[in-house]
């Protein structure tokens, strides 16, 4: 295992060290074509330009909690 040397993470790959060892440092070398965004790891910029500049529709991973609306009184 490959351990990071800013905290006690350990990781199985350099690639994986690396990416994260660039969020330490805020390191972001995989920069969006289109756009001014730039990420730590090339996966998520694949991602963002599908979803960003593509038109693919992201996919929902959980079902998201109905929010709670309170009503409150202005005349106290």
Same mark, same amino acid.
């Given at each position: ?5 800013? +905290? %006690? $993470?350990?990781?199985?790959?350099? &690639?994986?060290?690396?990416?994260? =060892?660039?969020?330490? #440092? ?5 920069? +969006? %074509? $289109?756009?001014?965004?730039?990420? &730590?790891?090339?996966?998520?910029? =694949?991602?963002h330009k #599908? ?26």
């Open positions: 295992m490959l351990k990071c040397d800013l +905290c %006690p $993470k350990e990781y199985a790959t350099k &690639t994986d060290l690396e990416a994260h =060892r660039n969020m330490h #440092l805020n390191i972001r070398p995989f920069k +969006c %074509p $289109k756009c001014p965004m730039a990420f &730590t790891r090339a996966d998520v910029l =694949r991602k #599908l979803y960003k500049h593509e038109g693919v529709k992201c996919p929902s991973s959980r079902p998201r909690k109905k929010q709670k609306v309170v009503e409150t009184s202005d005349s106290e």
